[in-house]
């Protein structure tokens, strides 16, 4: 149990976490990393050379020290590291392994000076706390899911049924479970676990599932990442029947029931999740505007279907931005506009009530800033957007 003390040694450290917390974190996997292999699937290694998921872990564990009074004020910080961890099964056992490794990196890095034992013991207390949190969530989910029609629990085969070439950086793989029994029902925005050995060593990814639920299948549309090890992997090794493991589905970015019209803005391989969510909306009376941005035609993924979609539901509207083209592009093939979307593209194509609007938008992260300062400009309440990242949860100002 926290005491009272322990909390405000914890609040006192927030300076320190503020000016050093990457230092801190990138120190901590390190140690995490170096010294315990079982974790090292759970994490992945480019995010660790970019730094994105030092950042993000310091940026999360600086919103709880700050809220470590009111909890419900970490608001969905919660549930998005609930849900990760989720779709890449963590385990209670592997909390502890955090936990040392954390206070370890606390000490050597802030020095026994600062970091006293009351130091330490205060911030062992609070970590015992958040992982507590953390850890009956996640047994609630994993329960849920173990024990809903067609679920599972851990790890499931499932055969690569079709692999399809969506663009020049993107495949699309149909999986099927290898025991043919039903599986599980999932939300349009959500994201599955996927385990793979690649040169004898177990890596773990999250990939948004890019088609509506069927009840027989899933698919998952993965760009190829330069060195990329999972996504290089798929593209080269893993053909039409393969046999690949699932966790089951995850995720709390997903279409919620509204009758606004719907707005989905995705840039590059964003474009997945949206794509689920758009079979779901279209079943409804409901007006959709689809706006798609990609660097060129090539890398343009799933135009053909979304042009399909939009010839047969007179209730979407699709645009389509490009950061350039071609002299040979073919006339058909050009895009809405051309350059970076902005807020005067965005005031063209948003339906004309903006304020009275649901709008959901993906891609990488520079792209969502905009997006997002955007839709702030014309008028759209921040509680009616609504965004998800790929990588190691982090925030939009």
């Known amino acids: 149990m926290l005491t009272a003390q322990q909390k405000s040694i914890v609040t006192a450290t927030v300076p320190l976490l503020e000016t050093g917390g990457e230092a801190l974190t990138t120190h901590f996997y390190r140690i995490m990393l170096d010294e315990h292999p079982e974790v090292r699937p759970l994490f992945n290694q480019a995010h660790q050379a970019s730094g994105e998921q030092p950042r993000a872990l310091a940026n999360g564990v600086l919103m709880y020290a700050k809220n470590i009074d009111r909890l419900e004020a970490l608001g969905e910080l919660a549930g998005q590291i609930v849900n990760k961890h989720v779709a890449l099964q963590v385990q209670p056992e592997h909390y502890p392994i955090v936990g040392a490794c954390l206070l370890r990196a606390i000490r050597e890095v802030l020095g026994a000076e600062i970091a006293t034992d009351e130091v330490i013991a205060a ?13 009956g969530a996640e047994k609630q989910a994993y329960d849920e899911r173990a024990e809903a029609p067609g679920g599972w629990r851990g790890a499931r085969p499932f055969v690569v049924v079709k692999k399809e070439v969506e663009s020049e950086e993107i495949h699309s793989f149909y999986l099927a479970p290898a025991d043919g029994q039903p599986i599980l029902d999932f939300k349009p925005g959500q994201y599955i676990g996927l385990r793979l050995v690649v040169d004898g060593n177990e890596i773990r990814r999250n990939y948004s599932l890019s088609a509506a639920p069927n009840g027989k299948t899933y698919r998952i549309s993965v760009k190829r990442e330069t060195g990329g090890l ?23 970015f997903t279409l919620e029931p509204s009758d606004r019209p719907l707005v989905l803005i995705s840039g590059g391989v964003g474009i997945t999740p949206t794509l689920a969510m758009l079979e779901a909306a279209l079943k409804t009376t409901r007006a959709v505007h689809f706006i798609h941005c990609a660097r060129t035609r090539g890398v343009h993924a799933f135009r053909h279907v979304i042009d399909a979609l939009a010839h047969k539901h007179p209730q979407l509207e699709r645009f389509y931005c490009y950061d350039e083209v071609h002299d040979t592009q073919a006339a058909a093939d050009a895009p809405d506009a ?21 709008a959901y938008f993906l891609g990488p992260k520079p792209f ?30």
Request: charged share 20%; net charge negative; aromatic share 8%.
């Open 123 to 135: 911030w062992g207390a609070a970590y015992g706390q958040l992982a507590d949190i953390l850890i």
């Open 230 to 252: 999972a996504s290089g992997h798929l593209h080269d090794q893993v053909g039409e029947g393969s046999t690949v493991e699932l966790f089951p589905p995850a995720g709390a």
């Open 338 to 358: 051309v350059g970076r979307l902005d807020v005067q593209k965005l005031a063209q194509w948003l339906p004309a009530t903006t304020r009275d609007i649901d």
């Open 368 to 397: 969502m800033q905009q997006v997002k300062t955007a839709l702030r400009t014309l008028g759209v309440p921040d509680r009616q957007t609504r965004y998800e990242f790929f990588g190691p949860a982090s925030a939009l100002e």
